[in-house]
């Protein structure tokens, strides 16, 4: 199992980042997945949930309204457009995929929100 996240950055508050998590090594399609950040000082929180199919998408509520995720199984990639950023969205960001009782994460991205 692979997980390659990209596209952070240093971005002004106010501004976007499209964030995408390329996968391989299982069905990309049959797995619901999920983007998770982490704060210097902070634990890692649940950002946000994609399922397998279906529009049922779950945010945290501190980006609900600001933060999409979406997914391209054809490209088994999945994606986390981010608006509206604030400086308490500066994190380090990681993909996660669990299946067969063991969770997966990729090596995730920064992104600093930052004037």
């Known amino acids: 199992v692979q997980l390659v996240e990209s596209g952070g950055g240093l971005v002004q508050p106010g501004g976007s980042l499209r964030l995408s998590c390329a996968a391989s090594?299982?069905?990309?399609?049959?797995?619901?997945m999920s983007w998770y950040r982490q704060a210097l000082g902070k634990e890692r929180e649940l950002v946000a949930v994609i399922p397998s199919a279906g529009a049922r998408r779950n945010y945290a509520d501190s980006v609900k309204g600001r933060f999409t995720v979406s997914r391209d199984n054809a490209k088994n990639t999945v994606y986390l457009q981010m608006n509206s950023l604030r400086p308490e969205d500066t994190a380090v960001y990681y993909c996660?995929?669990?299946?067969?009782?063991?969770?997966?994460w990729g090596q995730g991205t920064q992104v600093t929100v930052s004037s």
């Open positions: 090594g299982f069905t990309f399609s049959s797995r619901a």
């Open positions: 996660y995929v669990a299946f067969g009782g063991a969770g997966y």
